[in-house]
């Protein structure tokens, strides 16, 4: 049973690598990196504080975002809230969200991973060790990947992330597809590490400013 379960995750995947007719794809520039992807596809422009963020909307219905930054969400699954049913009558329903709570007869004999939503595979993109994650059902779950160190300057890491939560089946085989034409390449961006290391510096003169006149106010009252 369970090398038969393994094949067709191997067929799935496999499916899922299926190329798209180059005519009905285009490249997609986001300056520090491009991807191809359906013709249909579209970029929203947002705003990062200190990352490099954006979205792209794949239809009406769902949208997959990037963040390229210090901070980027690993895609980290924690381990579902699982309790023992007999609590249920001692649980705070104003404190807790019971419905994302999994209630088991025995909580000591069972395995979180039963209850995760997403697989996770390791590949290479773009000659980076990438983690891809992908729903076990599809319809619920993350379809994304992951890179953890996409530029190294001493100790400063910039991450990368892509991703989109609860997408149709149709549309998670297209990202799949699709976050695998990612190409890399370093760019200089207002909203990355220079960025924030500006504003850090003028927040602190700032503050310097501020305790030098309040400094000299007090001191002229006492005067």
């Known amino acids: 049973m369970k090398k038969f379960l393994n094949a067709i995750i191997v067929i799935g ?11 009905d794809t285009k490249t997609m520039d986001f300056g520090s990196f491009t991807i ?13 504080m200190d990352s490099y963020v954006g979205s792209i909307a794949i239809d009406d219905k769902d949208t997959i975002g990037f963040d390229l930054g210090w901070y980027s969400n690993r895609l980290y699954e924690y381990d579902p809230t699982i309790l023992d049913s007999s609590m249920m009558a001692n649980i705070d329903t104003s404190m807790i969200d019971t419905s994302e709570v999994i209630f088991v007869k025995n909580r000591m004999k069972v395995d979180p991973d039963t209850y995760r939503k997403n697989n996770v595979l390791w590949d290479t993109i773009d000659g980076r060790k990438a983690k ?18 996409l530029w190294v300057s001493g100790s400063d890491v910039d991450r990368f992330n892509l991703y989109g939560e609860n997408l149709t089946p149709d549309n998670e ?9 990612l190409k890399f390449r370093k760019k200089t961006l207002p909203t990355t ?22 400094s000299c106010r007090t001191l002229s009252i006492w005067q």
Do not use: M
């Not at 191809?36 to 990062?48: D, L, N, V």
């Not at 085989?173 to 034409?181: F, I, Y």
């Open 193 to 214: 590490k220079a960025f924030a290391k500006a504003w850090l510096t003028s927040r602190i003169c700032t503050a310097v400013i501020l305790i030098i006149f309040y």
């Open 13 to 23: 995947l496999t499916a899922c690598n299926q190329t798209i007719p180059k005519g």
């Open 36 to 48: 191809e992807t359906p013709q249909s596809w579209t970029a929203i422009k947002e705003h990062g």
């Open 173 to 181: 085989k297209k990202v799949l597809q699709a976050l695998r034409t």
């Open 132 to 149: 891809i994650v992908y729903p076990r059902k599809s319809g619920i779950g993350t379809t994304g990947v992951y890179i953890d160190s």
